[in-house]
């Protein structure tokens, strides 16, 4: 028997949810080590591959001394990719406190505040990372992430439309496009905007999964299994499968069962 989606009920209750982890495992979305805006300077060493030892690296520096910014950056962002969203806000609060004005505090502080839920605050302490004369468009996204996950998903998209004049056809801003699109129901433009993000050289994992699972919200599973394992190895292709039934599977619970969010990726471009 075909399985019937029903994309309107499950986007009723829908609302983004950005995952942070080191690495995309077929079905995870990732973010960076390196996302932060602006160097962490030119004495700082490369940081270790693994979130766990940069942690530990960067917090003895930080502990050390909690006003050196640079050691605060890398300790924050570490934080952030080991998953510990509310000390990498603990620390980037008191960071920017010993550092005002230091914009890459500042964008590094509003990041984690999106990672931990705190999306008003996040879209304003980001909005004094940059200004209008000066826009850094990877910020202009993050803050259109944080306005979508708020539910303003027009004010959302003119923030990616402004990313996009800057760094026309990222396929990570093209991604959140898909997303917000998604959110506001509107499947068709979701899709084209995603097909637009997979068409990119550039583009991540995450845009393939976002594809795949818009294209099945509309009922077209064999097309969207296609499209999450093309080209992949067999074991990262049937993990795709597998993530692509469980999130469309959470639209068809039956009435009275406590509906499940799909993850979708939100992308904060490096």
């Known amino acids: 028997m075909r399985q019937r989606f ?40 490369a940081p270790p591959s693994d979130p766990a030892r940069a942690a530990e690296v960067y917090g003895e520096r930080y502990r050390a001394n909690p006003k050196d910014a640079e050691a605060a950056l890398g300790y924050g962002q570490a934080l952030r990719a080991n998953g510990q969203r509310a000390q990498a806000v603990a620390v980037l609060e008191q960071a920017t406190i010993a550092n005002p004005g230091n914009k890459a505090l500042l964008a590094q502080y509003g990041r984690a505040l999106a990672d931990n839920g705190n999306f008003q605050q996040a879209f304003d302490v980001l909005s004094k990372a940059h200004s209008p004369d000066n826009p850094d468009w990877r910020l202009l996204s993050v803050q259109g992430t944080a306005l979508d996950q708020m539910g303003r998903h027009e004010e959302a998209r003119s923030y990616y439309a402004s990313a996009l004049k800057i760094a026309p056809g990222d ?23 995603l097909r637009q993000a997979y068409a990119s050289p550039r583009a991540s994992a995450r845009v393939r999964q976002n594809l795949g699972l818009v294209v099945g919200l509309q009922g077209r599973f064999a097309e969207a299994e296609t499209i999450v394992k093309a080209d992949l190895p067999p074991e990262q292709a049937a993990a795709n499968v597998a993530y692509l039934k469980e999130m469309l599977s959470r639209s068809e619970a039956p009435r009275g069962t406590p509906k499940r969010t799909p993850v979708a990726a939100l992308s904060r471009p490096d």
């Open 171 to 193: 396929p990570a801003v093209l991604s959140n496009v898909g997303l917000s699109y998604m959110l506001s129901k509107d499947l068709p433009k979701a899709e084209e905007a």
């Open 6 to 45: 029903s994309p309107a009920r499950l986007l009723a209750s829908a609302s983004l949810v950005a995952v942070v982890a080191m690495s995309l495992g077929g079905c995870t979305a990732m973010s960076k080590l390196s996302d932060v805006t602006g160097s962490i300077g030119p004495r700082a060493e």
